[in-house]
């Protein structure tokens, strides 16, 4: 059965799961926002996703763009466990897999690493 949680707390959760990232890693995070959405539009099993240019990839022509998106997808998360302890520790990988992607670091390096 799916764990039933307030906006609040599950927002919580992603914050939470930001905490878990050395500061030199948050230092190091640039032009990037993190929204919690209830679930992706064409695809409601989508869990996160990351939209912009990685910070590998910018270059100095990098200037004027609209920040990168973190997104992550509260119904689909909630949906797949049964324990709250579940959600945090699923929020926790998803956040961290989607900020792995804002630092260049593909989904093949990020699922062998445990990172969803």
């Known amino acids: 059965m799916p764990v039933s949680m307030s ?7 992603v914050g939470d799961a930001l ?13 990037v926002v993190i ?4 679930q992706h539009p064409d695809d409601p099993t989508i869990l996160g996703l990351y939209t912009g240019v990685s910070l590998t990839e910018r270059t100095n022509e990098y ?14 998360l909630l949906a797949m ?4 302890d579940q959600v945090r520790h699923e929020v926790a990988v998803t956040v ?13 390096w990020l ?6």
């Open 63 to 76: 200037s004027g763009f609209l920040p990168d998106t973190i997104e992550i997808f509260r119904e689909p």
């Open 19 to 31: 905490d878990l990232l050395p500061s030199e890693l948050t230092d190091a995070m640039s032009n």
């Open 81 to 84: 466990c049964s324990t709250a």
């Open 96 to 108: 961290l897999h989607e900020v792995g992607h804002h630092f260049g670091i593909d989904d093949r």
């Open 7 to 13: 906006n609040r707390r599950f927002e919580e959760l």
């Open 35 to 38: 929204l919690v959405n209830a």
């Open 111 to 116: 699922h062998a690493n445990g990172w969803g």
